[in-house]
Structures are given as structure tokens and as C-alpha cells.
């Protein structure tokens, strides 16, 4: 019996030594990818720092974390957080989860003034075996000059489609608030699911390569809700790689009353607009129901950048980059 014991002992001393062992190996190769990443990127004139970074976890983590401002900076944007850190677990090594700090600021040419977004807690899941990505906001909200957005809320899901070759993306957020200056616009509830043509990777290289191959949901779906009313909008769109849209989109209306109501309290300049697409719904959308409640329905036309109804002009789409 004793013996026994000895042997099982030492079996465990082994695998304890093989365990650090690899443990030890894997984070020294860790290192030298991270390197041979930060490397890599820069050759695409794409500058990545992670200042003060160090690897730990030991013994059933693996964890990188970068102490000091990291930043990425490339010819179409800029972006920086004031830490990071990556975590992959013994019992999910597929996945790595990256917590970012707040706040992340981001300046872009497309943006007269840099856009900076907080949250109170945010989490993102990254697969290493295949394009897959999801991130959950906790108590997040964006400014730019006197702009404001915030949610109570979000999460956000990219990976491959059923589709060969084509990419999955749906954005959700709770309890969302826009403000410009003194306008406010009561919460609602947004999810937005599209298909993508083209891989994950195509959609994550932004706007460089957007301008070469443009953007093109097969699919689109959106939901809006807001106080006793609903917008969904449904069909397919497209973006050339002038940033200009094409499309057509159905978009149905129940609680035309409540839109109304809500309308008539906006400023100068945008109240006549809002009116005048909810007289179009009004008047030229086909009755139908959602869920039982009466809605209104009509299709919208893009193209190239010209919106319309029927015979009615909206006017111009801004270029989207």
C-alpha cells in the first residue's frame, strides 16, 4: 500500500513538472506571437503599443496584459485605452476573453471630432479557430462634441454565416438614448442582424478595405422600440467602395399615433423631415399587422445615394466613409 502511495506521488510530482513546464513554454510562445503580431502589423503601416505588458496565470491561465496606454494607429484611424487585458482558460482554449479599460478614444477621418466611448464593464470573446467574436457592454455611452449616446446594455456578435464564405453580424442595445445639444430622444431598445458578403476578416479590415471591395448586407434587419411603438426595417443593401448606398428596404410602423406625438416636439429643422416621412407612412404605406397590431408598410428605394418613396423624393444619403 505504501508503495502505491509512493508511486502516485511521484506520478503527480511529474505531471505537476510536465504541466509548469508546458505552462512556461507556452508563455514564452505567447510572447514571441505577440511580438511577431505587433511586427506584422507594422509592416501594413499599422502601429500597435502595448506598453508594460507581461504574461501570467499561472497555473490554469494564461493571461496578457498591457499596463500602459495601448494604442493602435493606422492611416484611417486612431485609437487608445488606458490598459488590456487577455485571458485564455484551461477549460475554454479555443476562446481567449480580452477586458478593455475605459475609456476608448477614437479619431478617424470621417469624424469632425474624436469620439469617445465608457462603460462600466466590457467583454470580449474571441475564438482562435476560426473568425468568431462577441462583446458585452455594461452601462456604455459615446460622446462626440454635443453628441451623446448610452445604453444600459449592449452586446454585438460577428462570425461566419450558414453561408459559405459570407459573415454574421447582430448588434443589440437596451435602454438607449440619443442627444444632440438640448434634443433628447426617448429610450429604446435597437437590434440590428445583417449577412455579410465576404469573411469576418474583410469586415474587421475597415475602411481600407471597404473602399476597395465596398459593403454588401444580403440581408438586413432592424427593430426599433420606443414607448408603445415599433420600425422594423427589413431587405437588402449595399455600399460601393465610394461609401455610396444602394438598396431597398421595407420598413413597417405600428403606433403611428405615439411617432407622431413624439415628432411634433423636435426643433426646427428636423421636425418638418420626421413629418413628412410619417405622412408618407400614413399615405402610401400598405395596411398589414406585427404581432397582432395594426402597422403600416412601405418600401423604401436607394440609388446611389438618392432615396425615395414612390414618386416622392427623400433626398440624399450622406457617404457612409
Known amino acids: 500500500m505504501g508503495r502505491l502511495v509512493t508511486i502516485l506521488v511521484a506520478l503527480l510530482i511529474l505531471i505537476a513538472v510536465l504541466w509548469s513546464a508546458g505552462w512556461w513554454g507556452l508563455a514564452s510562445y505567447t510572447e514571441s506571437q505577440v511580438d511577431a503580431f505587433i511586427a506584422g502589423q507594422a509592416e501594413g503601416e499599422v502601429a500597435i503599443t502595448c506598453p508594460n505588458r507581461s504574461v501570467g496565470g499561472y497555473p490554469f491561465r494564461l493571461k496578457l496584459r498591457c499596463e500602459g496606454p495601448v494604442r493602435l494607429v ?3 484611424l486612431e485609437a487608445e485605452a488606458p490598459a488590456l487585458a487577455a485571458v485564455a482558460r484551461v477549460e475554454e482554449p479555443s476562446q481567449v476573453e480580452t477586458e478593455l479599460q475605459s475609456p476608448l478614444k477614437l479619431s478617424t477621418p470621417f469624424l469632425a471630432e474624436p469620439l469617445t466611448i465608457t462603460w462600466e464593464q466590457a467583454l ?11 462583446l458585452r457592454l455594461v452601462q ?13 446594455s449592449g452586446s454585438g456578435a460577428l462570425g461566419p454565416a450558414d453561408s459559405a464564405g459570407d459573415t454574421s453580424v447582430e448588434i443589440a442595445l437596451s435602454d438607449l438614448t440619443l442627444s444632440q445639444g438640448s434634443l433628447s430622444l426617448p429610450k429604446s431598445d435597437l437590434v ?3 449577412e455579410m458578403a465576404g469573411e469576418p ?4 479590415a475597415g475602411a481600407p478595405q471597404w473602399r476597395v471591395s465596398g459593403l454588401n448586407a444580403r440581408h438586413l434587419s432592424a427593430e426599433l422600440k420606443v414607448e408603445g411603438a415599433r420600425i422594423l426595417v427589413d431587405g437588402p443593401v449595399e455600399v460601393d467602395p465610394n461609401g455610396i448606398l444602394s438598396g431597398q428596404l421595407d420598413v413597417t410602423v405600428t403606433g403611428l399615433d ?3 406625438g413624439k415628432v411634433a416636439d423636435l426643433p426646427d429643422g428636423l421636425r418638418e423631415p420626421a413629418q413628412l416621412v410619417l405622412a408618407a407612412v400614413g399615405g402610401l404605406g400598405v395596411p398589414t399587422e406585427v404581432d397582432g397590431v395594426p402597422a403600416r408598410q412601405l418600401t423604401i428605394s436607394v ?6 418613396v414612390a414618386f416622392l423624393n427623400l433626398g440624399r444619403v450622406p457617404r457612409l466613409y
Open 192 to 194: 440590428i442582424r445583417a
Open 74 to 76: 493606422s492611416a484611417d
Open 201 to 204: 476578416q474583410m469586415l474587421l
Open 140 to 152: 456604455a455611452a459615446a460622446g462626440q462634441g454635443g453628441f451623446s449616446a448610452s445604453a444600459l
Open 124 to 134: 470580449l470573446k474571441s475564438g482562435l479557430t476560426e473568425p468568431r467574436f462577441s
Open 303 to 308: 440609388e446611389n445615394g438618392k432615396a425615395r
Open 258 to 260: 405615439v411617432i407622431s
